[in-house]
């Protein structure tokens, strides 16, 4: 295609029209081009070619139109002065200095500080692949730094100084990896694009997408940041990271979801499969053009005030409840609020205020406390009964019961048989061993032992169901004689150990089970990929019954060393419905309004089944609103007790934490509505701000033109163009605004 001899034109309006179709619906050049010739001769007959012309001229043009909106056409030095990313549309509402911000936003107080917070989301997709088809030299690009992209050179150069780095371990294996299988990659010269944008408003940021060599790895050049993640992904993490890097309770997060990254993929899903087998240029000519009007939607005043108005509602009545609930408590509130400050302004160090902490001693703690004890004793000269000392026999007791109580594989193939196998001999060998330490610190076990009926066929019964008969399953009686009394003691603390460690176990297991639920629903697809998630949700499965019947176990030890009273155990019983994820308040009480909606709505369609009269639903939520309950700060939640009992079950210590985190939850969620609110009124202001900005630097660029060098009708094009641009970006006070500044396609 040339300008100065050209053979084969198009209308401008063949061309807009096209631009509007394939970046509004996606459709492809080929089924446009398509379109036209049907249009021309929809009788089936051959006509001429010119469908590589049309990719051509399109594509330039589109090249052209993003010069035009980015100004170059006013600009001395022209196209070839264009600086890296700035053909790319700027977020109006995110903070510019030097553009829509206070001169002393640096000097600002702490409390005002995220008021000037920029939120980046970095994604990945591994979707918008290429294959390994013409090269750089046969197909350039017509502007690659201009506008999102990077330019390749420079970015090849940056990965040669990134050394080879050891894959990061994260806690949560990320579904899009998934897609980065290195069997699939082959013959591609591009894995997926990663991406940069603001996180609040998805604005892709200049210079801000590349290709990807292989998977998400990510070297980051600067300090100044604070990592979160985003709302939907946080509940794939371990519970430590939901603690630490929520969206809800970083301070200054406002209601950033973080999720705005996913709604450009969704934007340019449509156009992967033919980017797929373009060259080099015309990929990055057209992913360019594509995110340039693609973004810039939602940011009108219109939505702003939506949001406002929100922020508002939400806040006032979560406050309401919040003070309610704090009034109840209101000697404990100051240092509540300390804890939080405290944790804020040094999170590595200080207490988390939103976590349970773990109490009581270890029991590697407890047996040194024992061992200790024991020497005591031999230093005063009293002498023991065995080499191995009573705090050493009962762990290796409760060692020998946790090895029964370990989910052997099951006797499939002859390889499984045969680990079971070696594993049944080792577990005989520890049973035997104890026996003989059973034989001189509690011969009544021995003689229980000895008393025990005899099965008519000793095969059937293995090797992990017989009894072991520690001081807790004997009476009474034989536990009052001694050494048993002293035993009796060590195996109570060594069982208030069983269960705290347990059900830490159990609380893992219970994150991992939600994780895997959650990308089952989310990513598995396919028999495949659902077979291996099922097995993985039924290994989990095993693992939870495991540390459950663990549990039960140790109770039931320390019920009977508490001559049977459930009261005097100091740990609640496990009950099969108490085995749940736990749940948070804000999702149950959303849950609670989606149950109540249902069963309005299953009423409004009885009563309309009975009588043949429709009842607006208006109607039926007017008569229920006398009843409905109202929410305080303190929001009505079914959460299992085994996440709020971490030592002894009931004791004012861990009652006062649950009611500090029932505090510290509802205030967080508290501030960040308020948090949001402020940042929409900022917002509000930086909006006319900025394009006030732009409204005059195409004013300043209209006074640019030599008009005595130009000719009369292309300088009057030229300024009237800069004059319009301009009055698009004029904010009149008191107009409401309702411009979309890439709606200008021409």
Same mark, same amino acid.
């Given at each position: 295609?040339?300008?100065?001899?050209?053979?084969?034109?198009?209308?401008?309006?063949?061309?807009?029209?096209?631009?509007?179709?394939?970046?509004?619906?996606?459709?492809?050049?080929?089924?446009?081009?398509?379109?036209?010739?049907?249009?021309?001769?929809?009788?089936?007959?051959?006509?001429?070619?010119?469908?590589?012309?049309?990719?051509?001229?399109?594509?330039?043009?589109?090249?052209?139109?993003?010069?035009?909106?980015?100004?170059?056409?006013?600009?001395?030095?022209?196209?070839?002065?264009?600086?890296?990313?700035?053909?790319?549309?700027?977020?109006?509402?995110?903070?510019?200095?030097?553009?829509?911000?206070?001169?002393?936003? &640096?000097?600002?107080?702490?409390?005002?500080?995220? @008021?000037?917070?920029?939120?980046?989301?970095?994604?990945?997709?591994?979707?918008?692949?290429?294959?390994?088809?013409?090269?750089?030299?046969?197909?350039?690009?017509?502007?690659?730094?201009?506008?999102?992209?990077?330019?390749?050179?420079?970015?090849?150069? *940056?990965?040669?100084?990134?050394?080879?780095?050891?894959?990061?371990?994260?806690? /949560?294996?990320?579904?899009?990896?998934?897609?980065?299988?290195?069997?699939?990659?082959?013959?591609?010269?591009?894995?997926?694009?990663?991406?940069?944008?603001?996180?609040?408003?998805?604005?892709?940021?200049?210079?801000?997408?590349?290709?990807?060599?292989?998977?998400?790895?990510?070297?980051?050049?600067?300090?100044?940041?604070?990592?979160?993640?985003?709302?939907?992904?946080?509940?794939?993490?371990?519970?430590?990271?939901?603690?630490?890097?929520?969206?809800?309770?970083?301070?200054?997060?406002?209601?950033?979801?973080?999720?705005?990254?996913?709604?450009?993929?969704?934007?340019?899903?449509?156009?992967?499969?033919?980017?797929?087998?373009?060259?080099?240029?015309?990929?990055?000519?057209?992913?360019?053009?594509?995110?340039?009007?693609?973004?810039?939607?939602?940011?009108?005043?219109?939505?702003?005030?939506?949001?406002?108005?929100?922020?508002?509602?939400?806040?006032?009545?979560?406050?309401?409840?919040?003070?309610?609930?704090?009034?109840?408590?209101?000697?404990?509130?100051?240092?509540?609020?300390?804890?939080?400050?405290?944790?804020?302004?040094?999170?590595?160090?200080?207490?988390?205020?939103?976590?349970?902490?773990?109490?009581?001693?270890?029991?590697?703690?407890?047996?040194?406390?024992?061992?200790?004890?024991?020497?005591?004793?031999?230093?005063?000269?009293?002498?023991?009964?065995?080499?191995?000392?009573?705090?050493?026999?009962?762990?290796?007791?409760?060692?020998?019961?946790?090895?029964?109580?370990?989910?052997?594989?099951?006797?499939?193939?002859?390889?499984?048989?045969?680990?079971?196998?070696?594993?049944?001999?080792?577990?005989?060998?520890?049973?035997?061993?104890?026996?003989? @330490?059973?034989?001189?610190?509690?011969?009544?076990?021995?003689?229980?032992?000895?008393?025990?009926?005899?099965?008519?066929?000793?095969?059937?019964?293995?090797?992990?169901? &017989?009894?072991? *008969?520690?001081?807790?399953?004997?009476?009474?009686?034989?536990?009052?004689?001694?050494?048993?009394?002293?035993?009796?003691?060590?195996?109570?603390?060594?069982?208030?150990?069983?269960?705290?460690?347990?059900?830490?176990?159990?609380?893992?297991?219970?994150?991992?089970?939600?994780?895997?639920?959650?990308?089952?629903?989310?990513?598995?697809?396919?028999?495949?990929?659902?077979?291996?998630?099922?097995?993985?949700?039924?290994?989990?499965?095993?693992?939870?019954?495991?540390?459950? &019947?663990?549990?039960?176990?140790?109770?039931?030890?320390?019920?009977?060393?508490?001559?049977?009273?459930?009261?005097?155990?100091?740990?609640?019983?496990?009950?099969?419905?108490?085995?749940?994820?736990?749940?948070?308040?804000?999702?149950?009480?959303?849950?609670?309004?989606?149950?109540?909606?249902?069963?309005?709505?299953?009423?409004?369609?009885?009563?309309?089944?009975?009588?043949?009269?429709?009842?607006?639903?208006?109607?039926?939520?007017?008569?229920?609103?006398?009843?409905?309950?109202?929410?305080?700060?303190?929001?009505?939640?079914?959460?299992?007790?085994?996440?709020?009992?971490?030592?002894?079950?009931?004791?004012?210590?861990? @009652?006062?934490?649950?009611?500090?985190?029932?505090?510290?939850?509802?205030?967080?969620?508290?501030?960040?509505?308020?948090?949001?609110?402020?940042?929409?009124?900022?917002?509000?202001?930086?909006?006319?701000?900025?394009?006030?900005?732009?409204?005059?630097?195409?004013?300043?660029?209209?006074?640019?033109?030599?008009? /005595?060098?130009?000719?009369?009708?292309?300088?009057?094009?030229?300024?009237?163009?800069?004059?319009?641009?301009?009055?698009?970006?004029?904010?009149?006070?008191?107009?409401?605004?309702?411009?979309?500044?890439?709606?200008?396609?021409?």
């Amino acid at each position: 295609m040339t300008d100065d001899r050209p053979r084969t034109c198009t209308t401008f309006e063949c061309l807009d029209d096209f631009q509007c179709a394939t970046h509004q619906s996606k459709t492809m050049a080929y089924d446009y081009y398509t379109m036209l010739e049907k249009k021309t001769d929809n009788t089936g007959r051959k006509l001429p070619n010119r469908y590589h012309t049309f990719l051509l001229m399109s594509r330039k043009y589109g090249h052209l139109l993003m010069l035009k909106r980015g100004g170059r056409g006013h600009a001395p030095s022209r196209v070839e002065g264009t600086e890296p990313g700035e053909l790319a549309v700027l977020c109006p509402c995110c903070p510019h200095p030097r553009i829509n911000l206070p001169e002393d936003w &640096e000097n600002v107080p702490l409390d005002d500080q995220f @008021l000037y917070i920029f939120f980046l989301a970095l994604d990945a997709c591994f979707r918008l692949k290429r294959r390994l088809v013409s090269s750089e030299l046969k197909d350039p690009s017509l502007g690659i730094s201009f506008a999102y992209l990077v330019e390749s050179v420079p970015y090849r150069g *940056f990965l040669r100084m990134c050394t080879d780095q050891k894959e990061m371990n994260t806690c /949560s294996g990320l579904a899009a990896l998934d897609h980065d299988n290195t069997k699939f990659s082959r013959g591609y010269s591009s894995a997926g694009v990663g991406m940069g944008v603001c996180a609040l408003h998805e604005f892709v940021q200049p210079n801000g997408v590349r290709d990807l060599q292989k998977g998400e790895r990510v070297v980051i050049a600067m300090q100044l940041w604070c990592f979160v993640i985003p709302k939907m992904h946080i509940h794939s993490h371990m519970l430590v990271c939901q603690l630490a890097y929520s969206l809800n309770l970083v301070p200054g997060s406002m209601q950033t979801d973080g999720e705005g990254i996913e709604r450009p993929w969704a934007h340019i899903g449509g156009v992967a499969g033919s980017t797929w087998e373009m060259g080099l240029g015309a990929r990055e000519d057209v992913l360019n053009g594509h995110w340039a009007t693609g973004i810039g939607k939602n940011w009108w005043a219109e939505r702003l005030r939506t949001r406002s108005d929100q922020a508002k509602e939400e806040y006032a009545a979560l406050l309401n409840g919040f003070m309610s609930f704090s009034l109840l408590q209101v000697e404990r509130v100051p240092g509540w609020g300390k804890m939080i400050q405290d944790f804020e302004a040094d999170p590595k160090n200080a207490r988390n205020p939103y976590e349970l902490p773990v109490r009581g001693i270890m029991e590697a703690a407890v047996l040194l406390q024992f061992e200790e004890e024991d020497a005591a004793c031999v230093a005063r000269g009293v002498p023991g009964i065995h080499s191995v000392s009573p705090a050493s026999f009962m762990a290796a007791a409760l060692e020998v019961e946790d090895e029964q109580y370990v989910e052997l594989k099951k006797k499939g193939t002859m390889a499984q048989q045969i680990d079971v196998m070696a594993l049944q001999r080792v577990l005989t060998k520890n049973i035997q061993q104890l026996r003989t @330490l059973q034989a001189t610190y509690t011969p009544a076990a021995i003689i229980a032992l000895n008393a025990r009926p005899v099965p008519e066929n000793e095969e059937e019964e293995p090797i992990e169901k &017989e009894p072991l *008969f520690l001081p807790s399953a004997l009476t009474a009686e034989q536990r009052a004689t001694e050494p048993l009394k002293g035993l009796t003691v060590i195996e109570d603390v060594l069982r208030d150990m069983q269960c705290s460690t347990t059900l830490q176990f159990l609380h893992r297991q219970l994150n991992v089970k939600s994780r895997l639920l959650n990308y089952k629903c989310l990513h598995a697809r396919h028999q495949g990929p659902n077979t291996r998630a099922r097995t993985m949700v039924q290994r989990n499965e095993t693992k939870i019954r495991l540390h459950s &019947e663990k549990y039960q176990m140790a109770w039931e030890a320390k019920r009977c060393l508490a001559g049977g009273d459930p009261s005097k155990v100091g740990w609640r019983l496990l009950m099969a419905e108490d085995v749940r994820c736990m749940e948070d308040a804000a999702e149950l009480a959303q849950g609670a309004d989606k149950w109540k909606a249902q069963e309005r709505r299953r009423a409004w369609e009885a009563q309309l089944q009975d009588t043949g009269e429709l009842l607006p639903m208006m109607e039926a939520e007017q008569a229920e609103e006398g009843e409905r309950e109202v929410r305080g700060g303190k929001n009505v939640r079914e959460v299992s007790w085994i996440w709020t009992v971490v030592g002894t079950a009931g004791s004012d210590a861990d @009652l006062e934490d649950a009611l500090q985190i029932e505090w510290s939850k509802p205030y967080a969620r508290t501030r960040r509505w308020r948090e949001e609110d402020r940042l929409l009124v900022e917002e509000t202001q930086r909006l006319p701000v900025f394009l006030e900005f732009y409204a005059r630097e195409w004013e300043r660029r209209a006074g640019q033109i030599p008009v /005595s060098v130009w000719s009369a009708e292309l300088a009057e094009g030229v300024i009237v163009y800069a004059l319009r641009q301009a009055a698009i970006s004029r904010v009149t006070p008191g107009v409401d605004l309702d411009l979309d500044l890439m709606g200008d396609v021409t």
